[in-house]
């Protein structure tokens, strides 16, 4: 009726060794989740830092780069330049790192990270005020 498979399933790990292919831990994939949303949350810290730069994004910017080395094991995180260029307005730039924040402080809670998980939903404060400031002084100069 049917031909026989001759040729072993690329897609079956029941029919023989799983060693042909790499396997991650579920907290191994979280890691990789939590560094990843970490480092682009730096990345948006330094473009951030550029337009206004302050003690408080100077020592958050610091703290992220410590926790993206940590998770990706000792390897330093890539920072982004200040360049001269206008970049993305700062409100949205604030927005995009509130949920970044957000996404990070998931994925610390899922893994159990206290540290990252604080450190995310401190961001994630910073940023939501920063948000209702630039929201009043909107309203302010509109009124």
Do not use: C, W
């Not at 982004?80 to 995009?96: F, I, K, M, Q, T």
């Not at 159990?112 to 994630?124: H, P, S, Y």
């Amino acid at each position: 009726m049917y031909e026989p498979i001759r040729t072993k399933s690329v897609h079956s790990t029941m029919a023989g060794s799983s060693a042909d292919f790499p396997h991650r831990t579920r907290e191994e994939e979280l890691d990789i989740q939590l560094a990843g949303h970490l480092a682009a949350l730096l990345a948006v810290t330094d473009e951030l830092r550029a337009p206004a730069p302050s003690a408080d994004l100077d020592n958050a910017a610091a703290r992220l780069a410590q926790q993206v080395s940590r998770l990706r094991g000792g390897r330093t995180p890539v920072r982004a330049v200040a360049s001269d260029s206008p970049g993305a307005p700062v409100v949205a730039l604030h927005e995009r790192a509130h949920s970044l924040a957000g996404r990070a402080l998931l994925v610390a809670a899922s893994r159990a990270d206290t540290a990252a998980a604080i450190l995310a939903a401190q961001r994630m404060d910073a940023h939501a005020a920063a948000l209702a400031e630039a929201g009043s002084e909107l309203t302010a100069t509109a009124g």
